[in-house]
């Protein structure tokens, strides 16, 4: 008999999490545990949501978290995308992470703005030489009638570059989200999970706090 989602369940007994062991910065603490994903071999530990507002409505996505600088999180796309311009028209965003590995989330929320070109450029050319061509080829977000737009694109744009370094494309580069609350939710047994909660003051110090799961 096929299994009902509602009875699907997973008990969650491999951690815990004191507010007395955790970082007075929440960003030394994430990395902390971003290290113990990495070691855990989990599949794309830096993946994460990334929730935009479009109007007054949230929408969320998965991209890829490229570095932790400053206390702040980087990540590189289209800015002629959805969430580019969803970003451009509002610059409060969302970050999760789940690790279920770990039994471990990361919830982030913050404002976003552009790193300046140099910093794309430099990233930009760090990446695989295909990824570089399938910067131009796309136009992230649009509609377009059959995948053959696409592959017509990339003969054109590889014939462009033929023999050449790719540049970056204009209207591609990075962003970094200064993080105004981080959350670490551990779980536990009986869903009596742990969750601290870490909140940048007005006086520039980061509050932490247990909630209630």
Avoid: C
Wanted: no cysteine; charged share 30%.
């Amino acid at each position: 008999m096929k299994k009902s989602i509602a009875d699907i369940r997973k008990e969650y007994t491999a951690l815990s999490l004191k507010a007395s062991e955790v970082d007075a910065n929440p960003v030394d603490q994430f990395l902390s545990w971003f290290d113990m994903a990495l070691n855990a071999e989990i599949m794309e530990p830096n993946a994460m949501t990334l929730s935009t507002i479009e109007g007054n409505k949230p929408t969320s996505r998965i991209v890829l978290l490229k570095g932790v600088e400053n206390e702040e999180f980087v990540f590189y796309t289209n800015y002629n995308s959805s969430k580019g311009q969803q970003m451009e028209k509002s610059p409060f965003v969302s970050l999760n992470f789940f690790w279920p590995e770990l039994e471990r989330q990361v919830r982030i929320d913050g404002e976003v703005m552009k790193v300046d070109e140099a910093k794309s450029d430099a990233y930009f050319k760090s990446r695989p030489r295909g990824s570089q061509i399938g910067a131009w080829v796309s136009p992230q977000s649009e509609t377009i009638e059959s995948r053959d737009v696409l592959n017509k694109r990339l003969e054109e744009i590889e014939l462009k570059f033929k023999d050449k370094d790719v540049e970056r494309p204009p209207h591609w580069g990075g962003y970094t989200i200064k993080p105004k609350m981080i959350e670490f939710w551990q779980g536990r047994p009986s869903r009596l999970h742990d969750r601290i909660r870490y909140t940048f003051s007005e006086s520039k110090n980061w509050q932490i706090e247990r909630l209630a799961p």
